[in-house]
Each structure stands twice: as C-alpha cells, then as structure tokens.
C-alpha cells in the first residue's frame, strides 16, 4: 500500500467518524435511563410502558408522546431535584429499594401508583432540613 493510499484511507475514516457523530446525537431518554443505572425493565416501569416503548425511544424509532412524555419530565425532574439531596449514583438504587418513609413501599412503586406528589413532599421535607 503507498504512502498516498494510505492517507487516503485516513482521511476517509476521519470523515466517516464525524459523520456518525453527527448521525448518532444523544440521546435524552438513554442518557436518563444511564445515569440512574437502571436496566431498561425497570426504567419501562419507572416511566409506565413497555419495555420495547423504551428500546424504540432510545434507537429513535418513536418518541414518548402524551402520558409518557409527561411522566418522561416528571421523572427528569425529580431526578434533578433529587440529585440535591442523595448521591446521583445512587438514585438507580433508591427508586428500587423499599423506604420506611413511604412504608416500606419502593419509590418506584409509588410512582407506579400515580403518587409522585409523596416523593415531592419527601423532597421538601429533606431539603428544609425537617426529618422524614
């Protein structure tokens, strides 16, 4: 292979890198689901649909519309606000695990039963400085 043929060949995988870089944007819904550290049944339940809804969401093939958009920014809110007092490496964890606060309920699962305003009031509580 010649010198020429090989800067040929350089070039055009520099080229085919941006272009897939261009193509291939982030994406919200994976980002999300990345940063909890939650596998995608319990990311599918966190957010009320299937677990397919989620795989089509994050390779672009559908977007959440009406209720899942809603529950989408419900749970990317709370996240954030969340992020605020408990350790965003642990926030995965903490949406699956049983809380006293909740009795012994799973935050995922209030959320499950169209209770979230429970985990706001937490949140509240927590970052006023009163104890849960």
Do not use: C, Y
Not at 104 to 112: D, R, S, Y
């Amino acid at each position: 292979m010649t010198v020429a043929q090989k800067e040929q060949i350089h070039h055009a995988g520099k080229a085919a890198a941006g272009i897939a870089n261009a193509v291939a944007p982030a994406n919200p819904i994976g980002n999300l689901r990345t940063l909890l550290r939650m596998p995608r049944s319990k990311f599918a339940r966190l957010v009320g649909r299937t677990e397919r809804a989620v795989i089509d969401w994050e390779l672009g093939k559908s977007a959440p519309q009406g209720l899942s958009q809603q529950r989408l920014r419900e749970i990317q809110r709370l996240v954030k606000s969340l992020s605020t007092v408990v350790d965003p490496k642990t926030l995965g964890l903490w949406f699956d695990t049983p809380n006293p606060a909740f009795g012994g309920l799973k935050p995922i699962e209030i959320i499950e039963r169209g209770e979230s305003d429970r985990l706001w009031q937490m949140i509240f509580r927590l970052k006023s400085g009163a104890h849960v």
